[in-house]
């Protein structure tokens, strides 16, 4: 899959009056042959190989289920799948980005999973809390996690060799320290070769790199469904980094997540932020890497998580929703949860999966260590999309040199405005 943060929206609201009007009655009717199911997701990689495999599992398991799936775009799903789900021509189950899902979870186009969860037979009791809490709006689930992995830092281990330093510092100062000692400026023109890490200030990895460091310095964007983005504790973060990155050099400015891959992947930074995806970013490049926790900030250690949500959709048909719950529980029994793990190189989804299950992925078994301090991504906020666009203004705009107080106050305005608009 692509990490790319996804704003195709427009479609939701004049769709919304005609799916308000799509009834939960069902046909009941009985056929002769299996409840055909369609599954729109937007893994193209190995991952979709994986999942493709459980899916071809699951229609070989039993035969009163068949499930087809229909690969796109994540953006084309996002814009199409409103109107589709409108004249009732939609897919029976669909996997979103985090930052989309609870759009579509506030117009009720996703059938809820309450009564799914509290079943002990659909093998959901031990879903990883974090990654059920993103599927939760308004008080009650409509999807299970379908990726929830925490950002880490990958670091060049022959850049840290060759500076003396053996492992990722385990708080901010150290980590600044050390970053200033993995900068590389070998003709002094102020432009170094090699900058310490690469900290994108905009369009970030997941969205997640400055939630992560607000979060470590005890700050956060939404709490409680009130906008707290201007606080002190935002302005130190940002103050913080500012400095180190603009007065000590150690990463350059202007870079979003998909530029700061590059600046990796070509040995012009020594640490970036990534996730599972980097492992194959830093092989093909040649780096020897490793895999660290995000180090904690003068508050806390966090790390932002990036996810995905399978929803089964309400178009009216009782006898597809029952059966696309039956999909469900399969896809987290404990051969597939552990299966999709190694697949795709994200943590497990259930508590339940032993460590010596996915041992064998050596990025699933690193990144599945720092899941107790990973949180959700503005769990439950509809309009999500609009307020990463104020938090990337802000820091971008922070990391630029505008005053830090008078952005905090604009971008607190403009997430307030996101909130009241839900």
């Excluded at 953006?75 to 021509?89: G, R, V, Y």
């Excluded at 299970?144 to 880490?152: D, S, T």
């Excluded at 092989?283 to 966090?302: E, K, L, R, S, V």
Aim: charged letters at 20%.
């Amino acid at each position: 899959m692509t990490r790319t943060s996804l704003v195709g929206v427009g479609a939701i609201a004049a769709a919304a009056l005609v799916l308000s009007g799509c009834s939960a009655g069902g046909d009941d009717t009985p056929s002769d042959g299996p409840v055909e199911l369609v599954f729109w997701h937007g893994y193209t990689e190995a991952d979709g190989d994986v999942l493709e495999g459980i899916v071809d599992s699951f229609n070989d398991s039993q035969d009163e289920v068949h499930v087809s799936t229909e690969v796109n775009t994540w953006a084309t799903i996002n814009d199409t799948l409103l109107p589709a789900l409108s004249s009732k021509t939609g897919p029976d189950l669909v996997a979103l980005p985090a930052e989309n899902f609870p759009v579509y979870a506030a117009k009720k186009a996703f059938v809820s999973l309450d009564d799914f969860y509290a079943d002990a037979a659909n093998n959901a009791s031990d879903v990883v809390e974090g990654g059920k809490a993103m599927t939760i709006v308004d008080g009650t689930s409509y999807g299970i996690p379908l990726g929830f992995v925490p950002l880490a830092i990958y670091y060049d281990k022959a850049a840290f060799a060759e500076a003396g330093i053996t492992e990722v510092p385990a708080d901010w100062d150290a980590w600044v320290e050390a970053a200033k000692a993995l900068t590389v400026d070998e003709n002094g023109d102020g432009t170094p070769e090699r900058y310490g890490i690469v900290l994108p200030d905009h369009a970030t990895v997941g969205n997640g790199v400055w939630p992560s460091l607000f979060y470590g310095g005890g700050g956060d964007l939404v709490s409680d469904g009130e906008a707290v983005i201007d606080s002190s504790e935002n302005a130190d973060t940002l103050a913080f980094w500012y400095d180190a990155i603009v007065n000590d050099k150690i990463s350059p400015i202007g870079v979003d997540g998909i530029e700061a891959d590059s600046v990796f992947s070509s040995g012009k930074a020594a640490m970036t932020f990534g996730g599972p995806w980097m492992t194959f970013i830093a092989a093909d490049a040649g780096i020897d890497y490793g895999i660290a926790p995000i180090p904690a900030g003068p508050d806390t250690q966090a790390a932002s998580a990036i996810g995905l949500t399978l929803s089964v959709t309400d178009q009216g048909d009782d006898a597809k929703i029952a059966a696309a719950q039956k999909f469900l529980a399969y896809f987290l029994n404990d051969d597939n949860a552990a299966a999709w793990s190694l697949g795709s190189g994200w943590p497990p989804l259930r508590t339940g999966v032993p460590a010596e299950a996915v041992a064998e992925n050596a990025t699933v078994a690193t990144l599945s260590q720092f899941t107790s301090f990973t949180r959700p991504l503005l769990p439950g906020v509809v309009n999500s999309v609009d307020v990463l666009s104020a938090l990337d203004e802000l820091t971008q705009r922070a990391m630029a040199g505008d005053d830090i107080d008078t952005l905090l106050a604009e971008a607190q305005s403009k997430v307030e405005a996101a909130l009241a608009d839900q």
